[in-house]
């Protein structure tokens, strides 16, 4: 039936006369899958993530401890505090301007004015010009330039590694991991190999979007990083499995991934 379906579609719809229809279709579909929902946490699917999905995969026997990695001026990070005010939360932002307002704003987070990145070192992180306090601070030049078309400033900033920083603090378990880093997830991911590897951090959320184009960085490549998890994106309110096909998971777009690990998702099953 399906394929008929298409195959009915194709013959009348493939036109260049229907092109904004089928424009129109696709960015609703898009919409229905959970890309391009960026209006605010609700549409995103960000709330109901942290206020009852997060919830299921928490220890009962011990306070959750969260790292915030590319925390800009601490909303996500306060939002986690509000749902689970027991909880550690590690905040990581490497902007000057972003980590003193989240310093005067967010009391009860432990802070760091740092990036994390594959290695320790340092690096470029390149900034809109226009705005003191920015969202769009990217370790990719071609992020401010090409995709927000400003001029560019320019800060180096040191770089740790998730590995190193878990052990400087004594952190045996990450609860959820969450990385917003215009582009630079997959390098913060490198650098907590053997966290990964101990199966330390059984949460993690990210964004993929076009700054993996500047980036280089394919779904696949996490997928082949982070063997053992399954992949969801976020709808406003629940999330859905992403299918291991390329024309399903390559999508160059704004959209919040949730990588579960099997361990979890066998509890999860177990306790239900």
């Known amino acids: 039936m399906k394929r008929t379906i298409?195959?009915?579609y194709r013959r009348l719809f493939a036109r260049r006369s229907c092109y904004k229809l089928n424009k129109l279709l696709l960015e609703c579909g898009m919409h229905g899958l959970g890309i391009l929902n960026f209006e605010n946490d609700r549409i995103s699917g960000e709330a109901n993530f942290l206020q009852r999905t997060l919830r299921r995969y928490l220890p009962s026997d011990r306070k959750p401890v969260f790292v915030d990695v590319g925390a800009n001026m601490g909303d996500y990070s306060a939002d986690l505090l509000k749902w689970y005010p027991d909880s550690r939360v590690i905040s990581i932002e490497?902007?000057?301007n972003n980590y003193r307002y989240m310093q005067e704003h967010l009391q009860q987070a432990e802070m760091l004015n740092v990036a994390l990145g594959a290695e320790v070192g340092s690096l470029t992180l390149y900034d809109r010009n226009d705005s003191e306090i920015s969202c769009h601070a990217s370790m990719y030049r071609e992020v401010i330039t090409d995709?927000?078309?400003v001029d560019v400033v320019e800060h180096q900033v040191d770089v740790t590694t998730l590995d190193q920083l878990l052990a400087e603090r004594s952190i045996d378990r990450v609860d959820l991991l969450k990385i917003d880093t215009e582009g630079h997830e997959f390098e913060v991911l490198k650098g907590a190999t053997e966290a990964l590897a101990q199966q330390r951090i059984p949460l993690i959320h990210l964004?993929?979007?076009e700054m993996n184009v500047v980036s280089r960085v394919f779904f696949r490549d996490?997928?082949?990083?982070?063997?053992g998890y399954q992949f969801f994106r976020l709808l406003p309110n629940s999330m859905i499995e992403i299918p291991?096909?390329?024309i399903q998971s390559e999508w160059f777009a704004y959209q919040n991934i949730v990588c579960v690990h099997e361990s979890i998702q066998a509890a999860k099953r177990t306790a239900a």
């Not at 996490?222 to 063997?227: G, I, M, N, P």
């Open 6 to 8: 298409k195959k009915v």
């Open 94 to 96: 490497p902007q000057a």
């Open 147 to 149: 995709l927000h078309h």
């Open 207 to 209: 964004e993929f979007n």
């Open 222 to 227: 996490f997928r082949q990083l982070l063997a």
């Open 244 to 246: 291991d096909r390329s």
